[in-house]
């Protein structure tokens, strides 16, 4: 079923569960912008496409918290916060050992392989790569039976770069749990938790209509964030 935040004439806020996709799927599988449509097609006597614009997405194995529009003009407005960084997202996550500062924050240079839909930590100046830079800030540090330390870290995007979260924290010896692209030790068989450790938490930004500030916080209880929060 669809999760509901907040729901209006003009936009609609959901939560996102890991595995599933935040656009529309080539595939046979659901995804966010059908599961929206649906929704908004049983409430409406509107024969027509019901219009569901997507401003922003997230990986596929993440969960979160998502804004969608739901007539053009507030897609464009919602779109223009995306673009000069003034919508707010923060992110949880899940680290694969111990970071070596409580709050830090990193900058990098990405590159994007077309070929193989990956990206990798290159050198200032590499052609085609894009400077990208995060903060995180710890909450807590446990150690597991099965994974050995691992860290939640709140991680905020200061730039918007192709799987970046996960490719920076791998690049600087912390992948996050569940990765089978950017840690190994989850690329192999009988080691996989359902989904990725990775989640966009809280959401923020302006209504494209009436310019209220409008905030929204959901902390994933799916996979091994249900054994952080309850610990």
């Not at 936009?11 to 599933?20: D, Q, R």
């Not at 007539?71 to 707010?88: F, N, V």
């Not at 909450?139 to 996960?166: F, M, N, P």
């Not at 996050?176 to 450790?197: H, Q, S, T, V, W």
């Amino acid at each position: 079923m669809l999760e509901i935040l907040f729901e209006d004439a003009h936009l609609i806020v959901v939560w996102k569960p890991g595995g599933l996709e935040s656009q529309s799927s080539r595939g046979i599988g659901a995804d966010m912008v059908s599961e929206i449509r649906r929704h908004i097609h049983n409430l409406s006597t509107d024969r027509g496409m019901p219009y569901v614009g997507v401003v922003h997405r997230l990986d596929k194995p993440v969960s979160g918290v998502m804004v969608y529009a739901k007539e053009k003009k507030s897609a464009g407005a919602l779109s223009r916060q995306i673009s000069d960084r003034t919508m707010d997202k923060r992110y949880l996550a899940v680290l694969c050992g111990k970071v070596d500062k409580n709050v830090d924050k990193y900058v990098d240079y990405l590159l994007k392989d077309e070929k193989t839909n990956l990206s990798r930590i290159v050198d200032m100046g590499t052609t085609g790569a894009k400077r990208a830079e995060l903060e995180y800030r710890v909450l807590k540090h446990l150690e597991t039976e099965d994974y050995g330390d691992v860290t939640l870290a709140e991680i905020s995007l200061l730039t918007g770069r192709h799987h970046q979260i996960r490719v920076q924290m791998a690049g600087h010896g912390v992948p996050l749990l569940g990765d089978r692209k950017y840690n190994p030790a989850f690329a192999r068989e009988g080691r996989r938790p359902e989904n990725i450790a990775l989640s966009a938490y809280r959401l923020a930004f302006v209504h494209p209509v009436s310019g209220k500030n409008m905030e929204f916080c959901r902390n994933p209880d799916d996979g091994f964030f249900k054994q952080l929060f309850s610990s």
